[in-house]
Every structure is written in C-alpha cells, then in structure tokens.
C-alpha cells in the first residue's frame, strides 16, 4: 500500500510562489512509480497538472501551468515536489499527488492517491 501525504500549501498573493511537498511513507519506494500531481477547483472536475517518469528526467505539463510550475523528485528522500511560481487566482485548488505504475496524465492511471493540499492563490 503506497502512502502519499502533501505538504506546503497556503495562502499566497497573485504573482508569488509556494513549493508543494509529497512524500511517501510505509515502506513504499517511489522510485518504482511515476508520479503526478493533480488539483480540483471548487466547483470543477480534477484536473491533471504535471507528470513525472520514474527516473526523473521527462516532465509533462498542464499548458497552462507550463513555464510556470517545475515538478522534480528525490527517490532517494522519498520525495516528489512540484514549484509554483507566478501564481494566479485560477491556480486555486486542492493540489494532490498520485503514483502510478507508468507516466500518465489521466487520473484513472494513479492507483495511490494522496488528501491533497489546499493552495489559494488571491488577487
């Protein structure tokens, strides 16, 4: 069983940046999984933000998040990340991250999902 727990989100002003944390516990290695985060605006279906391989080198990108959010990973801390920076009103959402057994971006293809982070982003 892969547990995956948030961390980093907040408030912030439009035009900043917050780093959003997840890390797995219970014994799983992540490095056995591609990772991506997801985030569900109130009032909308969720919607895939970035991806990352197992290995870390192939990102792909919600356009309208790219340029302006960066997801990375540790295998060695257990750990994926994803920076955002320019932040705007319509990034607010509750961010989660998933794990699945090859890259993806349908949410259906995550078998492990995190609670989720909430980021507000104001204007």
């Known amino acids: 069983q892969v547990q995956l727990v948030e961390s980093g989100g907040g408030l912030v002003q439009a035009g900043g940046s917050l780093s959003l944390s997840c890390a797995a516990s219970?014994?799983?290695?992540?490095?056995?999984?591609?990772m991506g985060w997801f985030r569900r605006a109130p009032g909308k279906e969720r919607e895939f933000v970035a991806t990352?391989?197992?290995?870390?080198?192939?990102?792909y990108y919600e356009d309208s998040v790219k340029g302006r959010f960066t997801i990375s990973r540790d295998n060695a801390k257990n750990t994926v990340s994803l920076q955002m920076n320019s932040l705007k009103p319509e990034d607010t959402a509750v961010y989660s991250c998933?794990?699945?057994?090859?890259?993806?971006?349908?949410?259906?293809?995550?078998?492990?999902w995190g609670q989720g982070t909430q980021v507000t982003v104001s204007s």
């Open positions: 998933a794990a699945a057994r090859a890259i993806t971006t349908y949410a259906d293809e995550y078998a492990y």
């Open positions: 219970g014994g799983t290695f992540i490095s056995s999984y591609a």
């Open positions: 990352i391989n197992f290995s870390g080198d192939y990102t």
